[in-house]
C-alpha cells in the first residue's frame, strides 16, 4: 500500500531536524511556513503517527520522524550517486559494450578498434565474446550482446533465412577480398593470374561451416571438390599448417597484419572467390547509447586505418 512518502517530504523533515523550527526549515527550501505546516499534517495522517513534538517556537522529530529523515539522507545520496553515474555515462567516462565478433575479426580489426575506444573513452569497458555468425546475430536480438561483428558471402544474404535481422540496425563495413595462402616456396606462389581451380590438385585447410560452403561452393563452381585434411577456426593455425607445406587454404584479407608474421606464408588474390561483406549489427534501441556509438565509431575508424 502506498503511504504517500515522497522526496519532498523526506527532505522537508531533514530540514527541520536540522533547523529547529518549521520557519527556519520553510526558508531554507524556499516555501511558506504555512504550506511546511500543511505538508507535515497530511503525512501524519497518512501514516497514523505523529512526525513532530513541538514546543513553543521549537519543534523536534519524533521517533518516527527521525526514522523518516534518516532514510530520507540515504535516498537522497542514491539520487546523487544516479545522477553522477548518468552524467558519466552520457559523457562516455564511464560504461559497458558487449561485443560478439568472429575470430578472423579478432586478428586485427577489433584490437585496433578496441585501441582506439581506449585511446579516446578509457572510462568505456568492452566485454569481447568470439561468435560466428548466425549465433552472434541471435544474441544481438535476445540482448545478450549490444553488438555483433558479423559476415556473409556472396550467395548467403545477410538478411535471410537464419540470419534474419527484421528491425535490427546493419551498418555495412567493408568488402573483405578473400585470399588463397600458399607455402611461400610452393610453385603457385609466384604464378600472375592465379585461379581457384589452379589449385584443385592441392590439400586443404578449412575453416568454420560457413567458410568451408564458400570454400565448397567456389569450387564446385571452378570444376572440382577440394581435398579437406584439416579443419580450424583459427586463422593462425591455418596459416601455420600452411607454413608448414601442409596443405593451402582460403582466409580473408583482414588477417593479412597476423600473417606478416609467418615467414613461409603468402596470401594471394584469386580469380573464381568472392569477397565476403562485414557488417556491424545492433538493436535500433542501442544506437542512443553513447558508449555503443563510441564503439561503432571505432569499428569504423580501425577499417579505415586497416584499408
Not at 566485454?127 to 548466425?134: D, F, K, S, T
Not at 567456389?218 to 586463422?235: L, M
Not at 555503443?292 to 569499428?299: K, N, P, R, S, T
Request: glycine share 10%; charged share 20%.
Amino acid at each position: 500500500m502506498s503511504t504517500g512518502i515522497d522526496l519532498s517530504a523526506l527532505r522537508l523533515l531533514q530540514a527541520i531536524r536540522d533547523q529547529g523550527t518549521l520557519t527556519a526549515a520553510a526558508e531554507s527550501l524556499g516555501v511558506s511556513q504555512p504550506a511546511v505546516s500543511q505538508n507535515i499534517q497530511r503525512l501524519e495522517r497518512r501514516l497514523g503517527t505523529p512526525l513532530l513534538v513541538r514546543a513553543g517556537r521549537s519543534v523536534r522529530l519524533t521517533e518516527a520522524g527521525e526514522v523518516l529523515a534518516r532514510h530520507g539522507e540515504s535516498v537522497s545520496a542514491a539520487l546523487r550517486a544516479a545522477e553522477a553515474e548518468i552524467v558519466a555515462l552520457t559523457g562516455l567516462q564511464s560504461g559497458l559494450v558487449r561485443l560478439a565478433a568472429f575470430p578472423s575479426s579478432s586478428s586485427a580489426l577489433v584490437p585496433r578498434a578496441l585501441a582506439i575506444l581506449r585511446e579516446r573513452h578509457p572510462g568505456v569497458a568492452v566485454r569481447l565474446e568470439e561468435v560466428e555468425p548466425p549465433e552472434s546475430l541471435a544474441m544481438v536480438r535476445t540482448g545478450e550482446v549490444d553488438v555483433a561483428l558479423a559476415f556473409a558471402y556472396e550467395g548467403t544474404d545477410l538478411g535471410r533465412g537464419e540470419d534474419d535481422l527484421t528491425g535490427l540496425c546493419v551498418q555495412n563495413l567493408l568488402e573483405d577480398p578473400v585470399l588463397l595462402a600458399l607455402p611461400r616456396d610452393h610453385e603457385l606462389a609466384g604464378r600472375k593470374d592465379l585461379s581457384l581451380v589452379d589449385a584443385r590438385d592441392e590439400r586443404w585447410i578449412a575453416g568454420c561451416p560457413r567458410c568451408r560452403g564458400h570454400l565448397m561452393s567456389s569450387a564446385r563452381a571452378s570444376g572440382f571438390t577440394p581435398d579437406i585434411t584439416f579443419a580450424t577456426d583459427d586463422p593462425s593455425a591455418v596459416l601455420g599448417l600452411v607454413g608448414e607445406g601442409l596443405g593451402v587454404g582460403l582466409l580473408p584479407g583482414m588477417v593479412r597484419p597476423i600473417a606478416r608474421a609467418h615467414d613461409g606464408v603468402v596470401l594471394r588474390e584469386v580469380a573464381g572467390v568472392s569477397p565476403r561483406s562485414v557488417h556491424a549489427v545492433t538493436s535500433p534501441d542501442l544506437l542512443g547509447v553513447p558508449a555503443v556509438g563510441a564503439l561503432l565509431d571505432a569499428v569504423r575508424d580501425a577499417v579505415a586505418e586497416l584499408a
